[in-house]
């Protein structure tokens, strides 16, 4: 098994342009989840999904959005970045109560 | 709103030691406390969890204790080595959500 893995490990974007993160998990798991990490204030959850089909807001969600088309697939798309955004992106997928991380994805906005 | 504190954010001991991180949410409504490890540039592991009804949860050299009703989780780390340097978060799970809350971390820095 992979785990749980994300695509790409690192972008430098321009404001105003757009991209989509993957992550994919290869354990059949029904939840997955995004999170933001940023210095001194852990991790904030954007959005997460229970199940294929099904997407639901986290705590900070605005400037993203996210698909769930495929069970083992959850995207997170920022439609215009802005330097706000810079960060480092996580995914998880869960199996009963514990959370599977992938590695991060690190993203700049200039 | 729930809200999880970690104090200190960094923390620097010499090998050997036995530490304590400590941890505190405020609201006392939470279906479990989780304490996870994040190597510099990786993922987050998770080390210990602990549901609403335990006290506490051992893994080696590793204990961590709940005290739901003064909203206080502390994991106990006993002879430091410098292998275990790197940040450590603890989280809650509300009870009736699907998510975790998580604290900002504290950085442990063991020298040899």
């Known amino acids: 098994n992979a785990g749980v893995t994300q695509t790409p490990k690192f972008r430098v974007l321009k404001t105003g342009q757009s991209m989509t993160l993957l992550c994919a998990q290869d354990?059949?798991?029904?939840?997955m989840y995004w999170y933001r990490q940023d210095p001194g204030m852990g991790l904030r959850l954007i959005h997460y999904?229970?199940?294929?089909?099904?997407?639901a807001k986290g705590e900070v969600p605005d400037g993203y959005n996210v698909s769930r088309l495929k069970k083992q697939n959850f995207l997170l798309g920022l439609e215009s970045a802005a330097p706000s955004q810079t960060s480092v992106y996580f995914c998880?997928?869960?199996?009963?109560?514990?959370?599977?991380f992938g590695p991060g994805t690190r993203l700049l906005v200039l | 709103k729930q809200e999880v504190t970690q104090i200190p954010a960094a923390l620097s001991v010499p090998e050997g030691e036995n530490l304590v991180l400590n941890c505190s949410f405020t609201?006392?409504?939470?279906?479990?406390l989780q304490w996870f490890r994040q190597d510099p540039g990786k993922g987050l592991t998770s080390l210990l969890l602990?549901?609403?009804?335990?006290r506490e949860q051992t893994s080696g050299r590793l204990n961590a204790s709940l005290d739901k009703s003064s909203g206080r989780s502390t994991l106990y780390i006993a002879a430091s080595q410098p292998g275990d340097s790197a940040t450590y978060l603890c989280?809650?799970?509300?009870?009736?959500?699907?998510?975790?809350?998580f604290g900002q971390g504290t950085r442990l820095t063991i020298n040899p």
């Open positions: 989280a809650v799970t509300i009870q009736g959500a699907q998510k975790l809350v």
């Open positions: 998880a997928s869960r199996s009963g109560e514990t959370q599977y």
């Open positions: 609201d006392s409504a939470i279906y479990n």
């Open positions: 999904s229970v199940g294929e089909g099904t997407t």
């Open positions: 602990i549901q609403s009804s335990q």
């Open positions: 354990m059949n798991h029904e939840y």
